[in-house]
């Protein structure tokens, strides 16, 4: 009997060390939240507790489809520490989704899919200026049909309404259009909502929500270059009001995309998010030959970046993830 019970701890000894992936690889994101949903203002995990994802926005599929590689979407998982990545699907531009679909939805499903397997969060952008009722409704409505079941898809439903005239009602009513439709296929998994002004009005929605569906949340952008402590409080008022915020676009500089870094104001939106448990994706994962790009040049590779590949933003993003 001895020597049986000593074969036994043996055996399973050898057993545990024939599989270290499963004994010594730390849970995904995925794997220790698990399906995602709103509580009050509060984004929570399958367990109800708050959860605050962080990472990177790609930049526009139709201008920098290269960084949209199960490679890029890895190497920002194992060396930038993301739990999110958010897929920029452009819609109104030459080549965007209204005039090619058919690549838009390659580079979508290749981010999607390389998220789910290293199993971190992704939203899905429909990164419009404008209203497109029909064509978001087809959109979403393919999207929650290939993606339903999965809990890493979250849906983010309009960029930023750009025009200046548009107003809230206006961006509601689209909103609710298009909630409806993703609905009608997905019942539970997180919605972003944009609001005018670029993504600023969130206290006009707070006076106004969407009503009649849950798991939603309100989209926040900002630019610490130009928007300051007004912004913050208008976030605050929202975020008091009961209004669930999502920072899906975020960065440093002007809003403009470019100029000077202000690290100072951005190290007060990180600590703002943090102290609120905030998710934030920020801007972006691309080699335009602006401050908000955060790869060098297109000679630099779409993975695997060294310093030396990486601008200053890039820098600062990585060493806030990490």
Same mark, same amino acid.
């Given at each position: 009997?001895?020597?049986?019970?000593f074969?036994?701890?043996?055996l399973?000894?050898m057993?545990?060390?024939?599989?270290?992936k499963?004994?010594n690889?730390?849970?995904?994101?995925v794997?220790?939240?698990?399906?995602?949903?709103?509580?009050?203002?509060?984004?929570?995990?399958?367990?109800?507790?708050?959860?605050?994802?962080?990472?990177v926005?790609?930049?526009?599929?139709?201008?920098?489809?290269?960084?949209?590689?199960?490679?890029?979407?890895?190497?920002?998982?194992?060396?930038?520490n993301?739990?999110?990545?958010?897929?920029?699907?452009?819609?109104?531009?030459?080549g965007?989704?209204?005039?090619?679909?058919t690549?838009?939805?390659?580079?979508?499903t290749t981010?999607?899919d390389?998220a789910?397997?290293?199993?971190?969060?992704?939203?899905?952008?429909?990164h419009a200026?404008?209203?497109?009722?029909?064509?978001?409704?087809?959109f979403?409505?393919?999207?929650?049909?290939?993606?339903?079941?999965?809990?890493?898809?979250?849906?983010? *439903?309009?960029n930023?309404? =750009?025009?200046?005239?548009?107003? @809230?009602?206006?961006?509601k009513?689209? &909103?609710? #259009?298009?909630?409806?439709?993703i609905?009608?296929?997905d019942?539970?998994?997180?919605?972003?909502v944009?609001?005018?002004?670029w993504?600023?009005?969130?206290?006009?929605?707070?006076?106004?929500?969407?009503?009649?569906?849950?798991n939603?949340?309100?989209?926040?952008h900002?630019?610490?270059?130009?928007?300051?402590?007004?912004?913050?409080?208008?976030?605050?008022?929202?975020l008091q009001?009961?209004?669930p915020?999502f920072?899906?676009?975020?960065a440093?500089?002007?809003?403009?995309?470019?100029?000077a *870094?202000?690290?100072?104001? =951005?190290?007060?939106?990180?600590? @703002?998010?943090?102290?609120?448990?905030l &998710?934030? #994706?920020?801007?972006s994962?691309?080699?335009?030959?602006?401050?908000?790009?955060m790869v060098?040049?297109p000679?630099?590779?779409?993975?695997?970046?060294k310093?030396e590949?990486?601008k200053?933003?890039?820098k600062?993003v990585?060493q806030?993830?990490?």
């Amino acid at each position: 009997m001895k020597n049986s019970a000593f074969l036994f701890c043996a055996l399973a000894a050898m057993l545990a060390c024939s599989n270290p992936k499963k004994a010594n690889t730390p849970q995904t994101a995925v794997e220790k939240h698990g399906r995602l949903s709103v509580s009050g203002a509060s984004l929570v995990d399958r367990q109800g507790k708050p959860v605050a994802l962080r990472g990177v926005s790609l930049g526009w599929h139709s201008w920098w489809p290269r960084f949209y590689s199960k490679e890029t979407v890895s190497w920002l998982v194992s060396d930038w520490n993301v739990t999110l990545i958010r897929a920029a699907i452009g819609v109104e531009p030459d080549g965007a989704y209204l005039s090619n679909p058919t690549h838009a939805l390659r580079c979508l499903t290749t981010v999607v899919d390389a998220a789910v397997e290293r199993g971190i969060y992704v939203i899905v952008d429909w990164h419009a200026h404008y209203i497109h009722t029909e064509e978001a409704r087809a959109f979403f409505e393919l999207v929650a049909t290939k993606y339903k079941g999965v809990p890493n898809v979250i849906y983010e *439903i309009f960029n930023e309404p =750009w025009d200046d005239d548009m107003p @809230w009602s206006e961006v509601k009513a689209y &909103s609710e #259009a298009v909630i409806q439709a993703i609905r009608a296929v997905d019942g539970s998994n997180v919605i972003l909502v944009g609001s005018p002004h670029w993504d600023q009005d969130v206290h006009v929605a707070a006076d106004d929500p969407i009503a009649g569906y849950g798991n939603l949340m309100y989209t926040l952008h900002f630019y610490a270059g130009s928007h300051k402590q007004w912004l913050r409080d208008r976030a605050d008022y929202a975020l008091q009001k009961g209004l669930p915020l999502f920072v899906s676009e975020c960065a440093g500089m002007e809003s403009s995309g470019d100029a000077a *870094i202000d690290p100072d104001e =951005w190290s007060r939106y990180v600590q @703002w998010m943090q102290q609120r448990n905030l &998710s934030w #994706a920020a801007w972006s994962v691309s080699d335009k030959d602006e401050t908000c790009s955060m790869v060098q040049s297109p000679a630099s590779p779409a993975g695997g970046w060294k310093d030396e590949d990486l601008k200053e933003w890039g820098k600062i993003v990585r060493q806030a993830l990490r």
